[in-house]
């Protein structure tokens, strides 16, 4: 992790390829927001229950819920390819909304499509349980492919 100063306060943070930004269950008191580059979200992250959730690129916005919250990431985010970040602590947060005031109708929406996305994922989840089945790896690698190739496009 390499670090620069974007202004008096916020730093210019960057990851390489496949590094782990922001760990499930641990609690990181930080937001950021993507300058370059592209990360994937992950609930289960290295687990036999791992899923891909989103892919998220420039001007997305990550680690509100344990900046706001105070509470461990719900959440892994892994580095999809080298990435570039504003890092935003909580004091820097009434000057980050002063300067990017567009930026909170970004976070507030990667918010509520998080949120929707987890529940189609648990949705599917519960379905398989109830059929007494495992989720198939085969499909949740399918599933994988196609959200990294239409988020990365779309970004």
């Known amino acids: 992790m390499e670090e620069k100063t974007a202004n008096k306060k916020s730093k210019i943070i960057s990851f390489p390829q496949d590094s782990i930004v922001l760990k499930e269950g641990d609690v990181n008191p930080d937001m950021y927001k993507i300058i370059k580059g592209h990360a994937e979200v992950y609930v289960g992250y290295g687990t036999d229950n791992e899923a ?15 900046l706001l919250l105070k509470k461990p990431a719900i959440y892994t985010v892994v580095a999809y390819s080298d990435l570039y970040l504003l890092r935003i602590t909580e004091g820097e947060m009434a000057d980050f909304i002063q300067e990017n005031h ?30 007494g089945k495992k989720p198939d790896t085969v499909t949740i690698q399918q599933l994988r492919r196609s959200m990294r190739g239409y988020s990365i496009y779309e970004a």
């Open 52 to 66: 891909l959730i989103g892919i998220i690129g420039p001007r997305a916005c990550f680690g509100e819920y344990g």
């Open 102 to 131: 567009n930026s909170i109708i970004t976070i507030m929406r990667n918010m509520a499509g998080m949120m929707s996305t987890m529940r189609v994922q648990i949705d599917l989840l519960i379905k398989d349980l109830e059929k």
